[in-house]
């Protein structure tokens, strides 16, 4: 009898999480090549609109397509450089552990649909005709919601500046959470973004996450298993 002995797997390239950050990137400085007035017109046409015409009701907008494609479109459009770098350090502190164990197209999907939710759900509870959200905030919150389930104890590595050194140290995962949570805070008050932080992208994208990471430890278990030859 032949049995097949499992063998230690290299590790998978990681693409999906560098793919984003990129676009995430070009998409703001094209967005910042143009006039303030065609940046202005931009973010109307593709950012999400809460609300809608004034006594029209919270569902009438969503009878156009377009603006359901809204809520994929406004992950790409940032307000200025701190609210596009947050959103990137963290993308690739979550994204690329996220990646590895959820692969690719699972962590795209969770990413696209945790965003979008997020949004919707922005929209929906702020509900003001003339409020734009705008970011990846949400489809970050998802990550760090969907990796904060799968690993709740998990130690993140990462580079910090000690005096004129930089050092790579690992940090527990819920430290990071909170040092997220904090930043958020503090765009919220400070800044050309004062006072216009989306709370309720950021809760709905972190719930997501969660459940969707709950609903796919299965398959996740799977991959895993299937990576490492058993």
């Known amino acids: 009898m032949f049995v097949s002995v499992p063998t230690r797997s290299q590790a998978s390239l990681r693409w999906a999480t560098p793919l984003l950050a990129a676009l995430l990137w070009a998409a703001f400085v094209w967005a910042l090549s143009r006039s303030d007035a065609s940046q202005r017109a931009l973010m109307l046409e593709w950012g999400a609109l809460a609300g809608g015409a004034p006594g029209a009701g919270p569902w009438a907008p969503w009878a156009e397509p377009q603006q359901w494609l809204r809520l994929f479109t406004a992950l790409f459009l940032h307000a200025d450089w701190a609210h596009?770098?947050?959103?990137?350090?963290?993308?690739?502190?979550?994204?690329?552990?996220?990646e590895r164990v959820m692969g690719p197209w699972r962590f795209l999907a969770l990413f696209f649909l945790g965003g979008a939710l997020a949004n919707l759900f922005a929209v929906l509870v702020i509900g003001a005709p003339d409020r734009l959200i705008i970011g990846a905030s949400g489809a970050v919150s998802a990550l760090i919601g969907a990796y904060l389930a799968l690993f709740p104890q998990a130690r993140l590595g990462v580079v910090v500046p000690l005096g004129l050194f930089l050092e790579f140290v690992r940090a527990p995962a819920s430290l990071l959470i909170g040092v997220w949570a904090a930043l958020q805070i503090v765009f919220a008050y400070i800044g050309p973004a004062f006072g216009a932080v989306a709370w309720a992208a950021h809760a709905a994208g972190f719930a997501f996450g969660i459940v969707f990471a709950i609903a796919s430890r299965g398959a996740i278990a799977r991959r895993l298993r299937r990576l490492k030859g058993y």
């Not at 596009?84 to 996220?98: E, K, S």
């Open 84 to 98: 596009l770098l947050g959103n990137l350090v963290f993308l690739l502190i979550f994204g690329l552990p996220a």
